[in-house]
């Protein structure tokens, strides 16, 4: 059964505290995408890495972290240095990175709430 | 002026109606065109993908591209309760690599 899956789907955080998003994919994508959607501003890309230890910053990046040692694989770090952390966090991936026609599959979700 | 913009809605429809969703771009640079259907609390699934002017049929729905006017639309033709979500545009621009810019996204509310 392909696809993406995310976890927790529910995730508490207490202010101060680090905690890391986990995503992974058996599509056999290259690249893989976090993005942050809250209410009323649509999805913002936070980081995106289009192959094995190699990832770009997107439009938020400050105050998150990522990695990406294997293919499959993208997690993600919210850090104590991001102000507002709580919203609902999407990640994706597609298969052709570079190219117009690529097309991004998203994850269910992980759904952060600062205490 | 924002890359793209999409009327957050909510947009209320009558079971069976015709709806019309869309958006606008500024730039003529983005030549690629997705819709996403994302349902309360979930991600976001893929509906449509085109990349010329005019109109691109699946079952009830329909992508319709106007370059020209930097316009596109999403009609969904008998619409059904199961179709209220929040319907997303997306756009890539031509040559080399190109993230995925997102509108707001559109709130569909289909009664029975």
């Known amino acids: 059964d392909g696809g993406i899956t995310q976890s927790p789907k529910y995730l508490f955080r207490k202010e101060g505290q680090n905690v890391t998003l986990s995503c992974e994919q058996n599509l056999n994508h290259d690249a893989m995408y976090w993005y942050r959607q809250d209410p009323g501003q649509g999805l913002r890309l936070i980081y995106y890495?289009?192959?094995?230890?190699?990832?770009q910053k997107g439009d938020i990046a400050e105050g998150y972290s990522v990695s990406r040692e294997k293919k499959e694989s993208f997690p993600l770090t919210v850090t104590s240095a991001q102000k507002n952390p709580t919203a609902f966090y999407l990640c994706?991936?597609?298969?052709?990175?570079?190219?117009?026609?690529?097309?991004?599959?998203f994850g269910p979700g992980t759904r952060l709430t600062v205490l | 002026q924002k890359e793209v913009e999409q009327d957050p809605g909510p947009l209320s429809v009558p079971e069976g109606a015709i709806v019309s969703l869309n958006c606008t771009y500024s730039n003529s640079a983005f030549q690629y065109f997705m819709w996403y259907r994302q349902y309360s609390r979930k991600g976001p699934e893929l509906l449509m993908y085109?990349?010329?002017?005019g109109n691109k049929e699946d079952g009830r729905f329909t992508a319709q591209v106007d370059k020209s006017s930097k316009y596109i639309s999403l009609f969904i033709r008998d619409s059904q309760p199961s179709d209220s979500a929040t319907y997303l545009c997306a756009i890539a621009k031509a040559g080399g690599y190109s993230t995925l810019t997102f509108g707001k996204g559109t709130m569909l509310l289909v009664s029975p």
């Open positions: 085109t990349y010329s002017s």
């Open positions: 890495s289009q192959i094995v230890n190699d990832f």
């Open positions: 994706a991936s597609s298969l052709n990175p570079g190219t117009g026609t690529d097309t991004q599959y």
